[in-house]
């Protein structure tokens, strides 16, 4: 766990894009938008990125790679970024978590947790 020098909040919020998906082929899209923001009191870069995604069929998936939406944002204290991306999974719902990978202005390196969310496709009744 990352000292109150290096603490970022990451909120996250999630949709179901029905024009983008193909469920007969079991291909559901969803677009998650993340707000990070440094509540800690070292300037801070996001480096890398790594997602867990966990479907309803229990089929787990590992995504890692640099950055976000192709940036390595420097975040200041109190300074927020806010990107917006996509998964596509092969069932109707499924959980995602993860980690950010940071380097501190002060060459301090240190991962900070994403909290586990959820893809669902909306249930409608007839």
Known sequence: MPSEKYQFT???KSSYLPEQSLPAQNRYTFAYTVTIT???RIPAQLVS???VITGEDGQVTEVKGLGVVGQQPLLA???GFEYTSGSQIK?????MR??????AEDGER????IPAFVLSVPRTLH
Not at 91 to 95: E, R
Not at 98 to 103: E, K, L, P, R
């Open 77 to 79: 204290p109190g300074q």
């Open 91 to 95: 069932t109707p719902s499924a959980t």
């Open 98 to 103: 993860g980690s950010y990978f940071f380097v």
């Open 110 to 113: 240190f991962e900070q947790d």
């Open 10 to 12: 990451i909120a996250v």
């Open 49 to 51: 990125r790594h997602w």
């Open 38 to 40: 440094n509540v800690g």
